[in-house]
């Protein structure tokens, strides 16, 4: 099974920052990779898939990059609605998630 | 528009089996290309992916789980039926329903319903 690892686990910033997570995987997964920012209570929301690819409707503020094991999740301009927990994905083999990282207001 | 709705029980016994179903609408399991997960969350902590049934039919579960899981779908209804057997208490978690498109589980999880949490406890 591949294993990923975010980092950090969670994290202080403020508005109009930049925040970039960061996910590893413990083998090789291409870019067969996704992020999903998920509020208290509510279901996950895809970000990003195939590593760098914007869902339609997610703000540009968001970005994905990275390829093969590892793999970041860059925030510009933090607005109030981003603080949020963000997880990684895995599907280049059965799937799993990273631990989450927690983004928390300064 | 595309939702998920998830409804079972909140609270099952250990050793019970599980039965969650998923209603959705605004697309069809029958069409190419078209999949349904079950992705369980427990309190606190990460997400788990539990199985994928797609639009052929094809079952895919993770090989830890797979004795315990059973994915069937009924498209007339627009429904998908996860069950787990021998449920215990590290099984409490929120269950969701997603939607994925794409062969097998080689995509990621665009639609996702809003989850019922299920509590194992005697």
């Known amino acids: 099974a591949v294993q990923l690892t975010q980092s950090p686990s969670s994290l202080s910033a403020s508005v109009g920052d930049r925040v970039t997570i960061t996910c590893r995987a413990s083998?090789?997964?291409?870019?067969?990779l996704a992020w999903y920012q998920q509020k208290p209570g509510k279901p996950p929301k895809l970000l990003i898939y195939d590593a760098s690819s914007l869902e339609s409707g997610v703000p540009s503020r968001f970005s994905g990059s990275g390829s093969v094991t590892f793999f970041t999740l860059t925030i510009n301009n933090l607005q109030p609605d981003d603080f949020a927990t963000y997880s990684c994905?895995?599907?280049?083999?059965?799937?799993?998630f990273g631990g989450g990282t927690k983004v928390e207001i300064k | 528009q595309v939702t998920l709705r998830e409804s079972g029980p909140a609270l099952v016994k250990p050793t019970q089996t599980l039965t969650l179903t998923c209603t959705f609408s605004?697309?069809?399991?029958?069409?190419?290309?078209?999949?349904v997960s079950w992705v369980r969350q427990p309190p606190g902590k990460a997400l788990e992916w539990l199985a994928l049934?797609?639009?052929?039919?094809?079952?895919y579960y993770p090989p830890s789980l797979t004795t315990r899981l059973t994915i069937s779908r009924d498209t007339s209804n627009n429904q998908v039926v996860l069950t787990m057997t021998n449920m215990e208490p590290v099984d409490t978690a929120t269950y969701y329903c997603v939607r994925s498109r794409g062969y097998s589980y080689l995509h990621a999880f665009d639609f996702w319903g809003q989850g019922t949490a299920v509590t194992v406890s005697a």
């Open positions: 605004g697309f069809s399991l029958t069409t190419t290309e078209m999949c």
């Open positions: 049934i797609d639009w052929d039919d094809d079952k």
């Open positions: 994905h895995q599907y280049n083999t059965f799937p799993s």
């Open positions: 083998q090789d997964i291409a870019r067969a």
